[in-house]
């Protein structure tokens, strides 16, 4: 076939719309991503009933305890750059609240071994911190955070 010859018939095989060998590429191209799309699907499935935590309202309770404890905080700063250290023993005690907290947050929502003798320290911790921070209620925050750790040592003693 000359050169003249072949441009007519791409001329004319466009002219007409889709080629052979654009559908044939096409059709290749679904047929692909319709088994690829299939593959995940034939995987073996496994199991997630352990991936959240097993204890979701003890988690909230922690959750919500460390929460208050960074307000609490916050406004013990303030009241520090005012020159006021009255709230110096709250802040103290919420920053060890908040201390244990945390990481009792993290074995609580890994459902770790260890949440039983943690549970220990942390109600503890958080009933001294709620002792302290009711010297203080008269601020909201204060009021707050104590009124957190005494939900958090509630759900602790119905939790573990």
């Known amino acids: 076939m000359s050169e003249k010859e072949n441009v007519s018939v791409q001329q ?26 299939s593959v995940p699907a034939a995987a073996k499935e496994h199991d997630h009933s352990k991936h959240s935590t ?17 307000r609490c905080i916050a406004h013990c700063m303030v009241s520090f750059t005012e020159g006021d250290t009255e ?34 320290v942390c109600e503890r ?5 709620a002792k302290e921070c009711r010297k203080h209620e008269k601020h909201i925050e204060c009021e707050a955070c104590a009124d957190a750790c005494d939900d958090l040592v509630d759900a ?3 939790s573990v």
């Open 12 to 37: 004319q095989e466009t002219a007409e719309g889709v080629s052979r060998r654009e559908m044939l590429l096409g059709l290749s191209a679904v047929a692909g991503m319709a088994y690829a799309g």
């Open 54 to 70: 097993q204890l979701p309202d003890l988690m909230d309770a922690v959750n919500n305890c460390t929460d208050k404890g960074r």
């Open 87 to 120: 709230l110096a023993d709250c802040a103290s005690k919420v920053q060890e609240m908040m201390s244990i907290c945390g990481g009792f947050a993290y074995l609580v929502a890994s459902n770790s071994s260890y949440i039983k003798e943690y549970a220990k």
């Open 125 to 129: 911790v958080c009933t001294d911190c």
């Open 156 to 158: 602790i003693k119905l």
